[in-house]
């Protein structure tokens, strides 16, 4: 579910009201639901204060996840779905120093089975009289995995992540704003689910089935899958490449556009395309924001929709039923609404996530809904 919930923060990050008051204080809730049967509800306070003019500031976080599943992820298992709760509470802060802005960062979450801190650092330098902005920064993510109903100290596994960006932001004039950035991530430890069990199944059942016309899926793998049903397996290690584009542009009769593109490459052979395009549209005292983001993944180099066992009935080495490893295309379209009043600000947004599956086992596409309300107090 940690995955599910940071694709639909990634899908909102441009949607999100910016803090654009020296001291802000938020309020928001976010609903998630989707037609795999995952409930989500996440409320969330946040505060930013300046602490002067030139781009020092502090800011904290805190929010909550109450989840509720009973996805087909769930059911394969032969469990009727769970509901648990994730905290997050997440602290940075900046301080010029001459010509320097040096940030912090750091983030705690918990839930039942996974307990995850963040350490992170940025150091950023303005060139040609802040027309440019040079910054590099360094994450490391240290997460216990474990499983629900068993302390950490009886079972646990380990994931460690670093992350190295750098990034430069360009002024091309009173209207155009670009941006550039590489980022670098080296994975290592326990990346497996502990819930996952891969069904294993004869080749030559397969190509019966192929050879009448029918494909196993959801509904009847149950039917002709092998006795045995190892645990997911997958390597170890992972590298991780992200170069990003984005540029910003005020257009007099229309508003603010932007737009994103990413392209992703790792070791295990997944590759990603996403394209994100948004507007900000002025309407009285009214802002209308209206975004999509269109997003196309190539599986991983080991995924298969059904792994087989080979004649000397040895199973393969590296195993999954993690959808997010395989090929699939998204759709996630939000429209905002703000409004200001006084010192205050309102906001609603509504959107859809639509996802197709090419080849997984127990879904073929997932229609998601998402909505999110806030209030903004600026001081």
Known sequence: MRLQLIVVAAALLAAAPAAAEPNTLSFDTLFYSDNDNVLVVSPQVA?????????????????????????????????????????????????RIGELLPAVRYRFSDEPDYRSHGFGVTLSRDFAGHDSTLAVSFDVGLD??????????????????????????????????????????????YMEKPYRYVPLFDAAVLADLDRAGMTVGGDDFDT????????????????????????????????????DYRFYLDSWGVQAHT???????????????????????????????????????????????????????QDTAFVRLQRPFGDFLVYAMGGTMITRYDDFLYLDWRLALVSEAGVRWDW
């Not at 976080?61 to 109450?66: E, K, L, T």
């Not at 997911?232 to 992200?242: K, L, M, S, W």
């Not at 394209?275 to 190539?298: M, N, S, T």
Request: proline share 4%; no cysteine; hydrophobic share 40%.
């Open 275 to 329: 394209v994100d395009a948004a507007i900000k549209i002025p309407i009285g005292r009214f802002r209308l924001d209206v975004e999509d983001r269109l997003h196309y993944q190539l599986a991983a180099d080991f995924w298969a929709r059904a792994y087989t066992v080979d004649s000397d009935g040895v199973i393969p080495t590296w195993r999954t039923v993690d959808r997010e490893l395989g090929t699939y295309a």
């Open 144 to 189: 216990t995995v474990g499983r629900t109903g068993t302390a950490f100290s009886a079972w646990s596994r380990h994931l460690n992540t670093h992350t190295g960006e750098v990034g430069l932001t360009q002024v091309l004039g009173p209207r155009t704003v670009i941006r550039g950035s590489y980022s670098l991530t080296l994975q290592d430890g």
């Open 224 to 259: 002709y899958r092998l006795p045995e049903r190892p645990p997911e397996e997958v390597p170890d290690r992972r590298v991780r490449h992200a170069l990003s584009l984005r540029a910003l542009r005020f257009i007099p009769a229309i508003g603010a556009a932007q737009l």
């Open 47 to 95: 505060a930013h204060r300046a602490l002067d003019d030139a781009g020092g500031e502090a800011s904290a976080r805190v929010a909550v996840d109450i989840i509720s599943a009973a996805s087909v992820d769930v059911v394969s298992q032969a469990t009727s779905g769970f509901t648990e709760v994730r905290k997050e509470a997440a602290l940075s802060g900046s301080l």
